[in-house]
């Protein structure tokens, strides 16, 4: 069965300060790895998306990572804002399916 | 451009009640889902459509049905509402349903059952 484990389930940071976000799936055959952020109150948003061959990539001050070896994904939120106060949500796919397997989410708050 | 837009967005309901939510999208998207969102759980798929005249079960169907008549518009159906159906629903639409599309979803439903 697929399986998407974030930690930590929630953080609390002091803005301007980096955080780390941790997601370790289990999917087989691996298609994508989607980072979404969900306001209070809305809708999950796409951040960034990482496909097999991607390591790194990039969106403003977010930095996702893939390590398909080990079946591990980052997302580092870089001086954070108070904006940034969220939960950030893991989505793996795997190939052919029409069903992405979604993580619990990690709760970010980020104090003045 | 509105995106997705789930109605209504809040409501109440007894025990037993039926009702139907509204999710529409205005991208011309052909996959569409429904999903129920509980305190400390991911996201889990109820129901999704791959096109016009098209339903499938995700993960958690059971007393839900779902309706896709028309390519822009998805309808969750709770025919006889029971309290552990009390959630957030939360609609998406994506343009495939695979390779690097998104699903972009909607500001989701709160519902509560007394």
């Known amino acids: 069965k697929n399986q998407v484990e974030q930690s930590p389930q929630s953080l609390i940071i002091l803005e301007g300060k980096n955080c780390t976000l941790q997601?370790?799936?289990?999917?087989?055959?691996?298609?994508?790895l989607r980072w979404y952020k969900q306001d209070t109150g809305r809708g999950p948003v796409s951040l960034t998306i990482?496909?097999?061959?991607?390591n790194t990539k990039s969106n403003g001050r977010y930095t996702a990572t893939l390590d398909a070896d080990t079946k591990q994904s980052s997302l580092h939120i870089t001086a954070s804002q108070l904006s940034d106060s969220a939960s950030y949500i893991c989505?793996?796919?795997?190939?052919?399916?029409?069903?992405?397997?979604f993580g619990r989410g990690t709760s970010l708050i980020v104090h003045p | 451009n509105a995106g997705v837009t789930q109605t209504p967005k809040f409501r109440v309901l007894k025990t037993g009640q039926s009702m139907t939510l509204l999710c529409a999208q205005d991208?011309?998207?052909?996959?569409m889902y429904w999903y129920r969102q509980d305190p400390g759980m991911g996201l889990r798929l109820i129901h999704y459509?791959?096109?016009?005249?098209?339903?499938a079960k995700g993960e958690v169907p059971d007393g839900y049905n779902v309706s896709r008549l028309k390519k822009q518009n998805f309808l969750l159906g709770l025919e006889s509402a029971a309290p552990s159906q009390t959630s957030v629903y939360f609609c998406?639409?994506?343009?495939?349903?695979?390779?690097?599309?998104?699903?972009?979803f909607g500001d989701g439903t709160r519902l509560s059952i007394l």
């Open positions: 998406a639409s994506s343009y495939g349903q695979g390779g690097n599309q998104p699903q972009h």
């Open positions: 997601c370790n799936y289990i999917v087989s055959p691996f298609s994508n």
């Open positions: 990482m496909t097999f061959s991607e």
């Open positions: 989505v793996v796919r795997s190939g052919g399916s029409y069903i992405p397997t």
């Open positions: 991208m011309n998207h052909e996959y």
């Open positions: 459509s791959v096109g016009e005249g098209t339903t």
